[in-house]
Nanobody, 120 residues
Framework: QVQLVESGGGLVQAGGSLTLSCTAA???????????VAWYRQAPGKQRELVTS???????RYGDSLRDRFSPSRNDLKKMVYLHMNGLKPEDTAVYYC???????????WGQGTQVTVSS
């Protein structure tokens, strides 16, 4: 299990932007580069859903209807993962979780989550 720490959540008005960050400081750079990364979210009363993922080879996938507003990035030298969110809507309100999956073992690690609240 890798320790992940997310930050950047908060309260934002509809139409605004936020960038979430996730750090895996305990990993070496070489090991971090083996991981596929992803962001999930969970709204109250709903199941956790994929927001976007970014493989170690740069392949990006998106959850339903999020491609135009959300995008992931990573900085392997800093062992950081980012979620760039634009055009936020009240329905984007959720706890956002960072996920790392070891591409060689498929072991997964989760962050503690960061709350994003979008006001109308």
């Amino acid at each position: 299990q890798v320790q992940l720490v997310e930050s950047g959540g908060g309260l934002v008005q509809a139409g605004g932007s936020l960038t979430l960050s996730c750090t895996a400081a305990s990993l070496s750079i070489s090991r971090f580069s083996r991981f596929d990364v992803a962001w999930y979210r969970q709204a109250p009363g709903k199941q956790r859903e994929l927001v976007t993922s970014l493989s170690r080879r740069g392949i990006v996938r998106y959850g339903d209807s999020l491609r135009d507003r959300f995008s992931p990035s990573r900085n392997d030298l800093k062992k950081m993962v980012y979620l760039h969110m634009n055009g936020l809507k009240p329905e984007d309100t959720a706890v956002y979780y960072c996920n790392l999956r070891d591409s060689t073992t498929s072991d997964e690690s989760w962050g503690q989550g960061t709350q994003v609240t979008v006001s109308s």
